[in-house]
């Protein structure tokens, strides 16, 4: 066990970790590209994008450049009272990007902060709207939206939330599927409060794909029943579904949009919360009670809006979500050549750079597998990967090359076959 490792054990509590089981974590000692370079000389292709943060590569030239230069000059201001060039280009360049009709930016830290934020919005529209028993959302089984409280009440409690079940709040969980939503608000009546969903692929939940007329029924139920649609594209965005934003893939508009992960190209913790004319009108008031009452002390920090718009600036001129969609197709295509025909898999399924597979036979779920078998052999062969329970995903960023995807290939197919090895 190296020094650094050593030291590690004895003061930090890692995140997603039983530290009485858990192997030893990889000491990291730089990055660059697709590539992660441990303390002890090994190279391991970063093929979840750290956590589905990193989207060009690690240690991008121009996004060090933005924060170093934005550091210089302003690092940070509070954003109550205040504001500054970054904050404002930043939120033009997102309100041009965005699907239509988003056109105010709220500041936070991260996914689950962009989520409260979004549940916020809606529930404090609807209090100023003369409707406060409007408090119930409806989520998808299998949903995940953060870790916060606001965030784990619309998240599936099953497996990760469930020691705080009676201290979140109500939701209605319904399996994906407009008619089940349109039943459940149906049922909620003037308790409906709006419909939460991530976008296309539902990611911590496995992984899990729709198709845009689910989209696009979503937009018509919360339409007719008349309650907003949080879109939670924190881990879609920019490109990771081979669109900019996964509801491009069906050309509707949510009422709340909300962005985290790669809004920075991945280097730094910022996010957003993209809301319509109407919600942002239903706070604005004379009356100062009306506000809406939240903020972070890092609220639209300027290095972090810099970056952000270096990183927008790459996403355009490389078009990342085709890249990302190359990527993906590559790995895929490997995969599908590699995978022996009686390997215990089951959908085999992509999308943009988003490559998956369930492993059958273990069942399914997040507990279903340890995974430190599979994560250990990954790492043999020189890769980081982090299956979700009996999911085998990859996810890597725009940077990585022929040989990386081949290297991502190879790994997913030994997983796929390492238990019968
Ligand atoms: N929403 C979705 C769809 C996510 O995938 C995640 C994280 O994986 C979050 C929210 C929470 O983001 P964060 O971990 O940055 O708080």
């Known amino acids: 066990m190296s020094d650094l490792v050593r030291r590690d054990r004895a003061v930090t509590w890692h995140p997603y970790t039983q530290h009485g089981l858990d192997d030893a974590p990889l000491a990291v000692r730089s990055a660059r590209g697709a590539t992660l370079t441990l303390e002890d000389g090994r190279e391991i292709v970063d093929a979840i994008s750290s956590w589905w943060t990193i989207l060009h590569g690690h240690a991008r030239p121009e996004l060090i450049e933005a924060m170093r230069a934005q550091a210089s000059r302003l690092d940070h201001v509070l954003f109550a009272g205040a504001t500054h060039e970054p904050a404002v280009a930043l939120a033009e360049r997102l309100v041009a990007l965005a699907p239509s009709g988003l056109t105010r930016v709220f500041y936070s830290d991260d996914g689950s902060t962009a989520v409260e934020v979004a549940l916020k919005i809606a529930l404090g529209a609807h209090v100023r709207r003369g409707e406060p028993e409007r408090r119930v959302f409806v989520a998808l089984d299998g949903g995940y939206h953060g870790d916060t409280f606001g965030a784990m009440s619309v998240g599936d409690p099953d497996p990760f ?124 008031s004379h009356d100062r009670a009306r506000a809406l009452f939240h903020g972070h002390s890092f609220t639209a920090n300027p290095i972090g809006c810099a970056v952000a718009l270096a990183s927008l600036e790459l996403v355009e001129r490389e078009d990342v979500p085709a890249r990302l969609d190359r990527a993906g197709e590559r ?29 059958v036979g273990s069942g399914s779920g997040y507990l279903a597998i340890d995974p430190r078998a599979l994560r250990a052999r990954a790492l043999e062969l020189g890769v980081l990967l982090r299956p979700l329970g009996n999911v085998v995903y990859a996810m890597p960023p725009a940077c990585i090359d022929a040989e990386g995807c081949s290297a991502v290939a190879r790994a997913m197919t030994a997983l796929a076959t390492s238990r019968r090895d």
């Open 161 to 284: 939330f469930k020691d705080f079940d009676r201290l979140t709040f109500r939701v209605e969980r319904v399996p994906c599927d407009a008619t089940k939503i349109d039943a459940a608000l149906e049922r909620l009546g003037g308790a409906a409060a709006g419909v939460i969903v991530e976008p296309m692929v539902q990611g911590a939940g496995g992984m899990r794909f729709q198709n845009p007329e689910f989209l696009r029924d979503v937009r018509r139920v919360c339409d007719e029943r008349r309650v907003p649609w949080i879109a939670d594209e924190v881990m879609t965005g920019f490109g990771r579904t081979g669109r900019l934003f996964a509801c491009r893939h069906a050309g509707v508009s949510p009422d709340l949009m909300c962005l985290a992960k790669g809004l920075t190209g991945g280097t730094y913790p910022l996010a957003v919360t993209l809301a319509t004319d109407a919600l942002f009108d239903a706070f604005r």
């Open 331 to 359: 790995i895929e295509r490997e995969l599908r050549a590699l995978l022996p025909r009686d390997a215990p898999v089951a959908d085999l399924r992509r999308m943009g750079g988003i490559v998956a597979y369930d492993l």
